[in-house]
C-alpha cells in the first residue's frame, strides 16, 4: 500500500508522517492540490478546524475546491480533523455558516468530507483507505494539472504571493483605486501604506522581495 504526501504537508506534519511510514509505503513530493494521494485513487485535502475556517474566511478553500475538482483520473475528498467545538471558542464565525459551508461541498461540489477527532484518527484512516483501495489501484497515477488561469487569477496570484499580502487583502489593493495595474504596484509599492490595516512592516518586506537582487538567487 502506498501514499504520496505533499512536501509541504510532510514538512508541517512530520509526526503524521512518521506514524505513516511504519505502516505505508510513503512517498514524499510536491503535489500541485492536495496533501496525500492514496494508492493513486484519492486525493485528500488535509485541514485542522480553525484551518478549515480560516481558509472559509479568506476564499483559500474556493481556490482550493476549484484545483479539486480540476483534477481527473482519482475521487476527492476533504478532511477535517478536531473538535468543531474549537470554532466558537476560538472564531467569531457563527457555526451554521460552517455548517452551510459543508453542506455546499457535499451537495454543491461533491465533494465527501470527513471529519475525525485527532491525528491519531486521521492516521488510521489514511491507513484504512490506502489498504482498501489496494485491491483498485490503477497503473498509472492520475494527472494533477493547475487549470489554465485567467488573467485576473493571475494578478491576484502575484500579489498573494508577497509577504503580508492575504487573498482577502489582495482584492482590497485591487479595489483601493491606490494603483492602476500590477506594474504600477511594482514600481510604487510604497503606497501600500495609505492602505487600511497595512503598516510598515508590511511594507518593507513588499519592498525588500520586489528589489531582492535576482543575482543572490543564483549564487544561492
Known amino acids: 500500500m502506498s501514499v504520496v504526501v505533499d512536501s509541504r504537508e510532510a514538512s508541517s506534519h512530520k509526526r503524521m508522517v512518521e506514524m505513516l511510514s511504519r505502516r505505508l509505503e510513503v512517498k514524499v ?89 485527532n491525528k491519531e484518527w486521521t492516521v488510521e484512516w489514511l491507513v484504512a483507505k490506502a489498504i482498501s483501495l489496494e485491491e483498485a489501484r490503477v497503473k498509472r497515477p492520475p494527472v494533477i494539472q493547475r487549470p489554465k488561469r485567467t488573467v485576473k487569477e493571475v494578478v491576484l496570484s502575484v500579489l498573494q504571493s508577497l509577504p503580508g499580502i492575504s487573498s482577502e487583502r489582495s482584492i482590497k489593493i485591487v479595489k483601493s483605486g491606490l494603483f492602476k495595474d500590477l506594474q504600477d504596484f511594482v514600481m510604487h509599492p510604497g503606497r501600500l501604506i495609505h492602505l487600511k490595516g497595512v503598516g510598515e512592516k508590511t511594507v518593507k518586506s513588499v519592498e525588500e522581495a520586489l528589489r531582492y537582487p535576482w543575482k543572490n538567487i543564483l549564487e544561492g
Request: overall charge positive; some cysteine.
Open 29 to 117: 513530493k510536491f503535489l500541485p492540490v492536495g496533501d496525500y494521494l492514496l494508492s493513486n485513487k484519492l486525493l485528500v485535502e488535509h485541514k485542522d478546524v480553525l484551518g478549515f475556517v480560516n481558509d472559509m474566511r479568506s476564499g483559500r478553500l474556493r481556490e482550493q475546491v476549484r484545483l479539486l475538482k480540476s483534477v481527473d483520473g482519482c475521487d476527492k475528498c476533504i478532511l477535517i480533523e478536531g473538535w468543531l467545538g474549537l470554532i466558537q471558542r476560538f472564531s467569531r464565525i457563527k457555526p451554521s455558516a460552517v455548517a452551510r459551508c459543508i453542506d455546499t461541498l457535499i451537495f454543491h461540489y461533491g465533494i465527501p468530507v470527513i471529519q475525525l477527532p
